[in-house]
């Protein structure tokens, strides 16, 4: 692929833009948040010419925007975040990609790093055994057609009704496990036959689910309301989401949009960025339908959440909740939610997608919990399997600037052929095993392909986002014993 | 003898290019290269004999729902792939009968699972020697 040669104007050390006259038809300016010696490697990719087509779409307001963690996706760039006005937009289903609701959801524990290194391997075994991961993994949970509507609607709290969790996990989940307006009629039989035996697995591919370690307090009175009191406290990080239902729902409506674009005249540079005005039928169909995705997705994080529990309950004697294990906070990464933002001095209702991004509400935000009210909204930052995640708040300054919106993850720098062709599955287990990370996965084929090479330096990523000051820094944890699908 | 099929490689997702003399051969051959990223093919056999019928709204698409099909028979019904004839192909339909096996953990190692087939990136051309087509996927 030929470099990129646009023009990106600097606007300070983490900010870029990309000129609306950059491409007749772009609605509004590209912004990518980045520092300059990560440009090259996006040039390289072609990611800002993505970041262009997503300013074609209708309704766009402010900037096309792109995260320091943006990589070449199909249609929209992964890390982008498009805000459309409800009124006159459109929702496009590639802006929040195939695995509806992808996200993550982290633990808490009182345990030190002391206590749980000495038995991680017995531990990891037990995860590995008690939540079901791999492909064509089946759920641990039987759904049949009625419960599987009620799991749609209900997301996160269908499983807390069956026992598995508490309210106060809801709580602490981004829309308290449950956006709203789903709609199973919206729903083909396909999805529902791809859906309803995965409900409550892990999945494969670059889902993970990690014991970890805290090795960094930067905010020591933010990471205290959060849970996080002490380096060396370990913690547990659950990375999925929609699994085979999300990814039939996202094709099931990208056919539909095909047609939508010539019905509704709109222009655009990509097939793959397929959209439909948000008040069309089409429009709120997707909608609908993204809903029971997402709920799916946080129903999933739900029931590995409680298995997670029990799974540290039978290793140390103790129940989860002598063992504290609270919940710190569950986030979307691939998401399209109706928000209001301020534009232009003017509160209105937009369509945010966020695709690899993440939610970064500011403190006193009124969606965001009363525990949290006084710190804004956890981040939680994956880096990638086996390297560190951060975690952070959401600030203002995103909500002035991003629409509330920050990085995801470490973003992908080597495709997965490279990434195979350096470095091979066995010898990634050997490599993080020498780093003291104890790993079981059910196919060491894809291993390779996660491996950390292939991706960037999350610690960038979260550098970048925190100076340009869309979300702040509070924690960093490394993994100790990871299970992959 | 012309190659049926090549794995084109992006650095988040995976592209498959498929040749054939005629577009069935080509249909037919894109489906090989989709089973080829999900196990090897030499391990799957013809015990299962089916037919599939899929509708677009023209050429370009019906390949893109073709394989959306195929990911979704291997995802719901954990169906492997070995060898498809399409008997009939229009502009927006084809009908095929596949051949293959149901997955079996002992025998078929699963290198990885695919989400979709989209529409990005793509082409479906014909040169002198017969057509290619190029489809990324969402792995």
Request: proline share 4%; hydrophobic share 40%; aromatic share 6%.
């Amino acid at each position: 692929m030929a470099r990129w040669q646009g023009q990106l104007i600097k606007l300070d050390e983490y900010r870029w833009r990309i000129p609306q006259d950059y491409k007749k038809g772009m609605r509004v300016p590209g912004l990518i948040y980045a520092s300059e010696h990560m440009l090259e490697s996006m040039r390289e990719e072609q990611t800002p010419e993505q970041v262009a087509n997503v300013a074609f779409l209708p309704g766009i307001l402010g900037y096309s925007l792109a995260m320091p963690d943006i990589h070449w996706g199909y249609g929209f760039p992964i890390g982008g975040v498009a805000a459309t006005n409800i009124k006159d937009g459109v929702v496009s289903p590639g802006g929040v990609g195939y695995d509806i609701n992808c996200g993550v959801r982290l633990l808490r524990t009182d345990l030190g790093e002391a206590e749980v290194r000495p038995r991680i391997r017995e531990l990891v075994d037990e995860l590995f055994l008690n939540v079901p991961s791999g492909l064509g993994s089946e759920g641990k949970i039987r759904v049949n057609q009625k419960e599987m509507e009620r799991l749609l609607v209900e997301g996160a709290r269908w499983a807390v009704k069956r026992g598995l969790g508490s309210e106060e996990d809801l709580d602490v989940t981004e829309e308290r496990g449950c956006l709203a307006g789903a709609d199973p009629g919206k729903i083909t039989d396909k999805a529902t036959k791809r859906g309803t035996p995965q409900a409550g697995t892990l999945g494969s591919g670059n889902h993970f689910l990690e014991v970890q370690v805290v090795k960094e307090i930067f905010d020591p009175h933010v990471a205290g309301i959060l849970g996080i009191t002490e380096i060396g406290q370990v913690l547990v990080l659950i990375h999925t989401g929609s699994r085979g239902f999300g990814h039939q729902v996202c094709t099931d409506h990208l056919r539909v949009m095909e047609q939508a674009i010539s019905k509704y005249g709109i222009n655009l540079p990509d097939r793959q960025l397929a959209c439909a005005p948000i008040e069309s039928p089409e429009g709120r169909d997707y909608l609908a339908a993204m809903a029971c995705a997402a709920n799916y997705a946080w129903a999933n994080r739900q029931c590995i959440a409680h298995w997670v529990r029990e799974s540290f309950s039978r290793i140390f004697g103790e129940s989860p909740d002598r063992l504290g294990m609270r919940q710190v906070y569950d986030v979307a990464h691939n998401i399209a939610k109706i928000e209001e933002h301020t534009v232009d001095g003017r509160n209105i209702r937009v369509c945010v997608h966020r695709k690899g991004a993440t939610r970064s509400f500011p403190a006193g935000h009124k969606d965001i919990p009363e525990c949290y009210k006084e710190v804004g909204q956890p981040v939680l930052v994956p880096g990638d399997m086996g390297r560190r995640s951060f975690i952070a708040v959401g600030t203002q300054k995103a909500m002035s600037e991003s629409f509330g919106s920050t990085c995801h993850g470490a973003g992908r720098m080597l495709s997965r052929g490279a990434a195979k062709r350096s470095i091979k599955g066995a010898d990634v287990i050997r490599q993080l095993e020498d780093r003291g990370i104890t790993v079981k996965t059910g196919s060491v084929f894809d291993l390779a392909e996660e491996a950390s090479q292939a991706y960037k330096d999350v610690t960038e990523v979260v550098d970048v986002v925190n100076q340009a000051g869309i979300s702040r820094k509070v924690a960093m944890a490394v993994p100790m014993g990871v299970i992959k699908g | 003898m012309q190659k049926s099929f090549e794995i084109l490689d992006h650095t988040a997702d995976i592209g498959i290019i498929a040749y054939g003399t005629d577009i069935k051969q080509l249909f037919s051959n894109a489906a090989l290269a989709l089973f080829s990223l999900i196990t090897e093919l030499e391990s799957i056999n013809e015990k299962l004999h089916f037919k599939l019928q899929v509708r677009s709204q023209d050429r370009d698409s019906l390949l893109v729902e073709w394989l959306n099909e195929l990911i979704y028979l291997f995802d719901a019904k954990h169906v492997l792939i070995r060898r498809c004839d399409i008997e009939d192909l229009g502009y927006d339909e084809l009908k095929a009968t596949c051949h293959g096996e149901a997955f079996d953990p002992r025998k078929h190692e699963i290198k990885r699972g695919i989400k979709a087939a989209t529409y990005h990136m793509l082409k479906l051309d014909r040169n002198d020697g017969g057509y290619r087509a190029q489809v990324i996927l969402d792995i």
